[in-house]
């Protein structure tokens, strides 16, 4: 997937949440991701949040330590 279609879904998801306390945004934009997006894209995720996480909300930067990491099978 393109790294800019990655950055506006989890914009969106980020932009939903900010409406939420701080802690309950951070949980929800973590868990959505962890739930719903596929090991690539949280791979791809956590590639562009290496990378200087250029264009991501604060809030999905927030939610990173918590997303869950794909497992990777040998």
């Not at 932009?15 to 939420?20: I, L, N, V, W, Y």
């Not at 802690?23 to 997006?37: K, L, P, Q």
């Amino acid at each position: 997937m393109k790294p800019e279609k990655l950055i506006y879904m989890a914009n969106q998801i980020a932009t939903f949440f900010e409406s939420k306390k701080e802690a309950e945004g951070i949980e929800g934009v973590a868990a959505h991701i962890s739930d719903f997006w596929e090991p690539r894209m949280r791979d791809q995720l956590f590639q562009i949040i290496a990378d200087g996480g250029n264009g991501l909300r604060p809030l999905v930067l927030k939610a990173a330590p918590q997303i869950r990491k794909p497992v990777e099978i040998d």
